[in-house]
C-alpha cells in the first residue's frame, strides 16, 4: 500500500505562491499517473492537474491552467505543485492522489491512493 505524504500548505495572502510537495514512500515508476487535487468546505473534491508515468505528459484542468505548476523528481518520488498568483478562491485542502492502472489522475475515479491533503488558505 502506498503511502503519500503532503507538506508546505499555509496561509499565503493574494497575489503569493506556495510549493506543495508529495513525498511517495516507494518508487513510483509502477504508477499510472500522478495528480493534485482540492476540496474547498462544502464543495466536492476537484482534480487539478497530473502526470502521466514516470516520463509522461503534465496536463491541467481549467482551475490550474496558467497559474499551477506539477513536477516530478523521479530519484525523490516526489511531486510538487507551485502555485502562483493565488487568489481566496483558491483556499482549501489540496491532496496528493496516485492511480495505479491507468485513467487520468484528474478524476478521483481513478484514483487508487490518498494523500492525508495539506490546508491552503488565501487571504484578501
Known amino acids: 500500500q502506498m503511502q503519500l505524504v503532503e507538506s508546505g500548505g499555509g496561509s499565503v495572502q493574494a497575489g503569493g505562491s506556495l510549493v506543495l510537495s508529495c513525498a511517495a514512500s516507494?518508487?513510483?515508476?509502477?504508477?499510472?499517473?500522478l495528480g493534485w487535487f482540492r476540496q474547498a468546505p462544502g464543495k466536492e473534491r476537484e482534480g487539478l492537474t497530473t502526470i502521466i508515468g514516470n516520463a509522461g505528459g503534465t496536463y491541467y484542468t481549467r482551475l490550474a491552467e496558467g497559474r499551477f505548476y506539477m513536477s516530478q523528481d523521479s530519484a525523490k518520488n516526489t511531486v510538487y505543485l507551485r502555485m502562483t498568483r493565488l487568489k481566496p478562491e483558491d483556499t482549501a485542502i489540496y491532496y496528493c492522489a496516485a492511480a495505479e492502472y491507468g485513467g487520468t489522475c484528474t478524476s478521483v475515479h481513478a484514483v487508487s491512493y490518498w494523500g492525508q491533503g495539506t490546508q491552503v488558505t488565501v487571504s484578501s
Open positions: 516507494e518508487s513510483t515508476s509502477r504508477i499510472a499517473c
